[in-house]
């Protein structure tokens, strides 16, 4: 249980080094990528753990550090997705609005 702490606090201090990073932050909440990396990095620690790859000889590292990577990744994901879809809608409604 201890594992799956670490493993949730890395994955949000992750998420919100991605966010920092992130050229178009302004354009979505400070928790989204946060919560995507804690989300993915959660539920993968949950599934490598009942597939049985923790605590076992040589397969220690799967639940400590793959959770972390793969909540990375589906934060770095959402961000690109959502960023560039959130720009697209503001700047089609800008135009919108200012044709009328």
Excluded: C, E
């Amino acid at each position: 249980m201890l594992s799956l702490i670490v493993v949730a606090m890395v994955s949000i201090a992750a998420g919100f080094v991605v966010w920092a990073n992130d050229k178009r932050h302004a354009k979505y909440g400070i928790s989204l990528p946060a919560g995507v990396s804690a989300s993915v990095g959660m539920l993968s620690w949950i599934t490598f753990m009942s597939a049985g790859f923790g605590y076992q000889p040589g397969l220690t590292w799967i639940p400590w550090i793959l959770p972390p990577v793969l909540g990375v990744g589906a934060a770095v994901a959402a961000v690109l997705f959502l960023g560039r879809a959130r720009i697209r809608h503001d700047t089609a409604r800008l135009t919108a609005i200012l044709k009328i």
